[in-house]
């Protein structure tokens, strides 16, 4: 099994290529703006991946660095870069990382927290994300949702995709541990060429769920707080019972 976006990475773009990531940004900006009374300049994106969120934020002029401590990730986001973009790509550990600079928001998003899985580990990804917030700052991320998680479960789910001859396949295998509160997800990818097998990836993907109060509380460990929470792309919704993700903000 190989370790978390390793071989994975190579593959990850084509995954999400319906991922809109404009909208995304869109509802980030729009909560930044809700919930925060300064301007925008500066956004610090923990667990960056390929990109998908710091580039398009840099193309609309704001200053932008990424961090994430997946190398092959970096690196496909890094052959993304645009001269001219104001944009830095860093590796490190999101729990640990340490700038010397002070950002208006910090993203952690794509269900980033998530993957951390011990109170401890989420703690501290929450004082990163602290230490880097300016006066008036905003953490942005989103999660998944626990009520939601217990009540349809994670199934097991096939998704093709196919560009000329190539065709990609990825099963996510779940299983959930209900007292550690995540989902074990065994991706299996398969890379296919006119019908012959190319290459065959494994790689496992624990991820946390989290309740509103649980929520609430490790913010406050972090020293933070609790300021909105929405469905995913839902900006002043309220949080239903069938809404996987959902979003938060907090201020320091």
């Known amino acids: 099994m190989s370790p ?3 071989d994975y990475a190579r593959a990850y773009d084509w995954l999400y290529e319906d991922k809109d990531y404009e909208a995304e940004c869109d509802f980030v900006l729009d909560l930044a703006r809700r919930y925060g009374a300064a301007p925008i300049r500066s956004i610090l994106d923990l667990g960056c991946g390929t990109g998908g969120h710091l580039l398009p934020l840099a193309a609309r002029g704001f200053r932008v660095v990424g961090v994430d401590l997946s190398l092959n990730m970096l690196k496909a986001a890094n052959q993304k870069l645009r001269p001219g973009v104001d944009a830095q790509l860093l590796q490190g550990d999101v729990r640990n990382v340490r700038l010397r600079s002070d950002f208006d928001v910090v993203l952690l998003m794509f269900a980033v927290l998530g993957y951390q899985i011990t109170n401890q580990a989420v703690i501290d990804t929450l004082d990163t994300a602290r230490l880097h917030l300016g006066d008036g700052g905003l953490l942005i991320f989103d999660v998944w949702f626990g009520p939601t998680v217990l009540r349809e479960g994670a199934v097991e789910r096939v998704k093709e995709l196919a560009r000329g001859d190539d065709r990609l396949i990825r099963i996510a295998r779940p299983r ?33 769920f989290f309740f509103a ?6 913010l406050e460990a972090a020293n933070l707080q609790l300021v909105g929470m929405c469905p995913f792309l839902q900006a002043g919704s309220t949080i239903g019972e069938h809404d996987w993700n959902v979003t938060v903000v907090a201020s320091r």
């Open 4 to 6: 978390v976006f390793a």
């Open 176 to 208: 959930q541990d209900l007292i550690a509160q995540t989902v074990d997800v065994e991706y299996q990818l398969l890379e296919l060429r006119g019908g012959q097998l190319l290459r065959e990836v494994r790689e496992s993907h624990v991820m946390r």
């Open 213 to 218: 109060q649980e929520l609430a509380l490790l």
